[in-house]
């Protein structure tokens, strides 16, 4: 194969021949310039229809160059050549596009192909025999060139030449530059298409991801060789704001800053020299309100039609939204890649279709192994099955956060939580699932919960003791929640005796299926365990981790605790005060391990609860005990606030005055007295808190509104800072009783003194009136002064009856002591005043208590007591309804004392005649009817014999006398003269 080509080189030719070549050079090479110029006019005309540029250079290499045909196949993606685009080619064009879809490019193609370059082949029958454009033209040149630009080959420019022409390096170098640029524009053509396809990506990813991205308009511009602008077109006022006319003369770097200019001239300029395009440019230029806007510059070389250089056709294009968000998703990239979470992108089947570094970085695959993989691979638990049952509702969801389990290539497996979003673009649906690992806020999360398990715990247990019903449940439950709490196998409490001698299992809880020790561990000698005891006498922990390993000082505490199969155990001391009461403890009999800081606090607040709780309980019991002595005494109790307000009253406080304890407690002091104690209250108390006052009487209102006379002994006491009154009150009522009755007893003992010495200074003379008298009545005398005579000795002799009950009174008589049955003396009363009683309508009722016993007494002086109150009953029932009931009763008293009670249904005793009953000379009766020594005279006898009488009564409802007489002699009757 030959190959037609004129060089430079050697000696210049001077026959015609030469100079025919030359011309026939020339020609051609101005016919190649021609071409491409009107190719490169081609190249910015129809920038983006391929179809239409590769036409276009077919037809200008046949019209404009003189060639006999050309024709252009591309080479697609695969690698295959297609046929594309022809001019001046004829019937033999079906048989090469045949054989180039076949994949088989005709010799000349495949050499420069090889060749990398433009290359003229002389066609013949050798080398080119089967092809078709040989056939037809038969021997001819073809110039061929590919189309390669970069490192891509986009197919091949072939030509025809006539058998006369002659190429010269330089039109080939031409012609391979025409190639290259062709190339160029189909580069460009793609990557304007591409561009337009990444930007609506870009615009679809955007308006997903922000909205931001926007389509902006192109901006059109020519410069001279100078470049400077010669066209502007109008779209300059919406990019730059400026009128195009005002940019004619100036240069793209006059719309731009020092910095950029300088930067753009560096890049550009070499291109310029070379006269080669400019693509995809970015440059910032300043708007005319002085803001920046980013373009994207691409411009092709202009030449005129003798190929000079005459400037640029270039368009612009406003990116700064697109390098925005361009930076943006470079961002939102370098941002997924480096996330810290693992991102899956994943089909509808379950295949991962992306994966992000730290998904590979935390399951330990690459990209590529997890691409080939599915979400059960990772998932354990998870099926294809389930997958394809879960989608729908994964879909339907939208968006929808899941805890998981993922398992690394190792087959470690840990907790993640899963954000997955559904999305949907064109009709490609997929998930878009975050997944964080989680293993350290599940372990946060486990200590919160244990935390709060622990919180709860300690809180329910320090609930329970207060206001327990039982102590004991409390504890068992309390053990039972710190066991369960800490997982150990039993969980116990151990109290020393009061001697601390020995040491008794009081309280247990054991695991399920594990044996109760409690019965095994009763009155254990405390001196056999000195090692145990010694640790909790110093307020150490006994923390055995195990059992197995104890030291030989502990050999006693070993042999019991092996006894048992513990492991390990944990106690605690229980202190009560500043002494050791006993202790707390856990054990495991399933292994051998350590106990956790947190059990061993666990277990330190349970026990300081505990104690708590047995040391409140010791001091309940003692205060209980300290209640109890104060409701057992007979004296009422208050404790009150200097306001008056109660704090407490015993048992005696409230039911002697017929009030509930509520009742009471909800009283003021002064509600318990009259109204004129009631008013004495203020200045008391403030006595009482000054300490001039500690004892004084007042008086109580019972709630019946009955009163009593009550003696108040006082102090002051602290109670949590606050000065309270304690207040003893006790009922003086019987006091005050028994000193009107000494009043009255001094009373009568000073009368009874004075009757005495009238009573002796009168028997002296009426003895002799009696003894005189007595003897003249012996003898004879006249009628009437016999009859006076008895007169005078009727009336000295009942005068000597006064003086002898006189006598009486002042006990101025001997009296018989010996034993005397109470129920004869009354019975003969009443036998000497039967007929009395029946005459006046008065029944009689006798109780008496069988096996009464004696007294020592004289049974004439209690027969007197006993006959003047019987006479005294009779006389007012027969005043008051002419008759009525006298009931006489008699009962033992504590073995000492017996009673006799004498009550009539009489119309009673005035309140203000009760007091005076048994003074001297005092009576009810009319004038006449009673001397008013009578019940005097019983109080002397009464209290002569060592006891007592009183009368009770309410005005209208009878009348009843007491009289208590001691059993035997307790005391000797007063026998003096």
């Known amino acids: 194969m030959a ?4 060089t430079n080189s050697g000696p210049a030719c001077e026959n015609a021949s030469c100079r025919q070549i030359d011309e026939s050079r020339i020609r051609h090479l101005n016919q190649t310039l021609l071409a491409l110029r009107s190719i490169n006019r081609l190249i910015t005309r129809d920038n983006k229809d391929a179809q239409g540029l590769l036409d276009g250079v077919c037809h200008v290499l046949v019209e404009t160059q003189g060639l006999m045909q050309a024709w252009i196949a591309l080479i697609d993606a695969d690698g295959k050549p297609f046929f594309a685009s022809q ?32 290359v003229i082949v002389d066609v013949g029958s050798e080398f080119c025999g089967h092809c078709a454009v040989y056939e037809r033209h038969g021997q001819h040149s073809a110039m061929v060139a590919p189309l390669k630009y970069g490192e891509k080959l986009w197919g091949i420019l072939n030509t025809a030449l006539s058998d006369k022409s002659v190429v010269s390096d330089e039109e080939l170098g031409l012609f391979g530059e025409m190639a290259e640029d062709i190339a160029f524009a189909l580069n460009n053509i793609e990557m304007e298409a591409g561009k337009r396809d990444a930007e609506a990506a870009l615009q679809v990813s955007e308006k997903r991801l922000r909205n931001l991205v926007e389509t902006t308009s192109d901006l059109v511009w020519e410069i001279d060789e100078n470049l400077k602008y010669t066209y502007v077109s109008p779209h300059m006022r919406n990019l730059l704001g400026y009128e195009p006319s005002e940019l004619i003369g100036k240069t793209p770097y006059d719309l731009m800053g020092p910095v950029e200019a300088a930067r753009v001239a560096k890049v550009v300029d070499p291109i310029i020299k070379r006269r080669k395009p400019i693509n995809l440019l970015i440059n910032v230029n300043r708007h005319r309100d002085g803001r920046s806007v980013i373009l994207e510059t691409n411009a092709v070389p202009v030449f005129d039609s003798d190929g000079v250089f005459r400037g640029y056709h270039g368009m612009d294009r406003d990116v700064t939204e697109r390098e925005k968000v361009e930076s943006a998703l470079e961002l939102t990239q370098f941002s997924v890649e480096r996330a810290a979470d693992g991102i899956y992108w994943v089909e509808p089947s379950g295949k991962f279709m992306a994966v992000n570094e730290a998904a590979c970085r935390i399951l330990g695959y690459t990209s590529e192994e997890l691409r080939s993989m599915s ?7 998870m099926t294809k099955e389930q997958w394809s049952k879960n989608w729908p509702k994964i ?24 954000s997955r979003n559904y999305l949907k673009h064109g009709d490609k649906e997929y998930t878009c699932s975050f997944a964080r690992d989680i293993t350290e806020r599940k372990k946060a999360e486990e200590i919160i919960k244990r935390r709060l398990r622990v919180e709860e715990t300690i809180s329910r247990v320090s609930a329970r003791f207060v206001g327990i019903v039982s102590l004991d449940d409390a504890i068992n439950a309390s053990l039972a929640d710190i066991g369960q709490l800490c997982e150990a196998d039993r969980a116990y409490l151990f109290r020393f005796s009061d001697d601390e001698k020995a040491v008794d299992n009081t309280h247990e809880w054991c695991d399920g299926g594990v044996s109760p020790q409690k019965a095994n561990l009763q009155n254990l000698p405390i001196e056999a365990f000195p090692w145990w005891v010694g640790q909790l006498g110093r307020n150490e922990t006994v923390h055995i981790q195990d059992v197995s390993a104890m030291p030989a000082e502990a050999a006693a505490e070993k042999s019991i605790l092996e006894s048992q199969g513990i492991k390990a155990v944990l106690v605690l001391p229980i202190n009560i005060g500043n002494e050791l009461s006993g202790f707390i403890g856990l054990d495991n009999i399933a292994v051998a391990t350590a106990w956790p800081d947190e059990d061993i606090s666990i277990l330190r607040m349970a026990a300081n609860i505990i104690a708590s709780a047995l040391e409140k309980a010791g001091i309940e019991e003692e205060l209980r005990l300290r209640a109890a002595l104060l409701d057992a005494a007979m004296d009422s109790t208050f404790l009150y606030s200097p306001e008056g307000e109660l704090v407490y009253v015993n048992e005696v406080a409230h039911t002697a005055r017929g009030y509930t304890l509520t009742e009471m407690m909800q009283m003021h002091v002064e509600e318990l007295r009259t109204s004129y104690e009631a008013s004495l209250l203020p200045a008391q108390i403030e006595a009482i808190l000054d300490g001039r006052l500690t004892m004084f009487e007042t008086v109580h209102v019972r709630k019946d509104g009955t009163t009593m006379p009550v003696e108040v002994r006082c102090q002051t006491v602290d109670h949590a800072g606050r000065a309270l009154i304690m207040a003893i009150t006790r009922d003086i009522t019987e006091r005050i009783k028994m ?11 000073s009368i009874g003194e004075m009757a005495a010495g009238i009573a002796h200074e009168i028997n002296n003379p009426l003895t002799g009136v009696i003894g005189f008298s007595e003897l003249l009545l012996e003898r004879s005398l006249p009628s009437d002064i016999k009859a006076d005579m008895e007169v005078i000795h009727h009336e000295a002799m009942r005068t000597s009856t006064i003086v002898k009950n006189m006598l009486a009174f002042a006990r101025q008589h001997k009296a018989i002591k010996k034993p005397v049955a109470i129920h004869e003396v009354i019975d003969d009363v009443l036998r000497l005043r039967s007929h009395e009683h029946e005459m006046n309508n008065i029944r009689v009722n006798t109780c008496y208590e069988t096996l009464l016993p004696d007294i020592e007494g004289d049974p004439f002086q209690l027969q007197q007591v006993f006959l003047n109150l019987v006479i005294n009953a009779e006389y007012f029932m027969k005043q008051a309804h002419g008759g009525g009931t006298l009931t006489i009763t008699t009962t033992e008293s504590n073995g000492e004392n017996i009673l006799i009670k004498i009550s009539d249904d009489g119309p009673g005793i005035s309140p203000e005649n009760l007091g005076r009953l048994f003074n001297p000379f005092f009576t009810t009766k009319e004038v006449g009817k009673g001397t008013g020594l009578g019940l005097s005279i019983c109080h002397g006898i009464v209290n002569a014999h060592g006891g007592d009488i009183r009368a009770e009564s309410g005005y209208g409802k009878g009348a009843t006398f007491i009289i208590e007489l001691p059993v035997g002699c307790k005391r000797e009757m007063n026998t003096d003269d």
């Open 739 to 749: 000193q009107e009755r000494l009043v009255v007893a001094d009373r009568l003992s």
């Open 395 to 418: 879909k339907g969801l939208g968006t929808s956060i899941i805890e998981a389990r993922h398992r690394t290539k190792n087959g470690d497996v840990f907790p993640v939580e899963i």
């Open 375 to 381: 979400v059960w691979d990772i998932s354990p638990g």
């Open 87 to 118: 001019a001046g080619m004829g019937q033999e064009l079906d048989q090469l596009v045949e054989k180039i879809t076949d994949g088989r490019l005709p010799a000349c193609a495949r050499r420069a192909i090889l060749l990398g370059r433009a």
């Open 3 to 6: 190959i037609a080509r004129s």
